[in-house]
């Protein structure tokens, strides 16, 4: 990679689980990459809902539908090794938000 890829690469931001509607917004007018992770969702949803984020900020976990919302561009991984890299499940979960026994707020 040349010098000048480097100083036009965007910032990012690793992982955003916890993103709020008002930061999409400002994160896009940053030009940062954000990336949300739903597979916190379906894997960790209820241990973010029960002891580490609380009902109302896990219903948001990783919202892949505000960073759309907004016009960014944003990808979605599986963080494998640390789960399995199943495609169609990450597009699910991106999509449909599930988890165990629950449905998250915004895709």
């Known amino acids: 990679m040349g010098h000048d890829a480097i100083l036009t690469?965007?910032?990012?931001?690793?992982t955003d689980s916890f993103l709020r509607?008002?930061?999409?917004?400002?994160?896009k007018e940053l030009g940062i990459f954000s990336p949300p992770h739903p597979r916190h969702t379906f894997y960790w949803g209820d241990g973010h809902r029960e002891s580490v984020a609380g009902p109302e900020r896990a219903e948001n976990i990783s919202p892949t539908g505000w960073v759309a919302e907004n016009g960014m561009k944003f990808s979605?991984?599986?963080d494998a090794p640390v789960t399995f890299p199943n495609s169609m499940r990450i597009l699910d979960t991106a999509v449909?938000?599930?988890?165990?026994?629950?449905?998250g707020g915004r895709t």
């Open 21 to 27: 509607a008002d930061q999409a917004a400002q994160i």
């Open 9 to 14: 690469a965007a910032p990012c931001r690793s």
């Open 76 to 78: 979605i991984h599986s």
């Open 96 to 103: 449909n938000r599930t988890h165990a026994d629950w449905v």
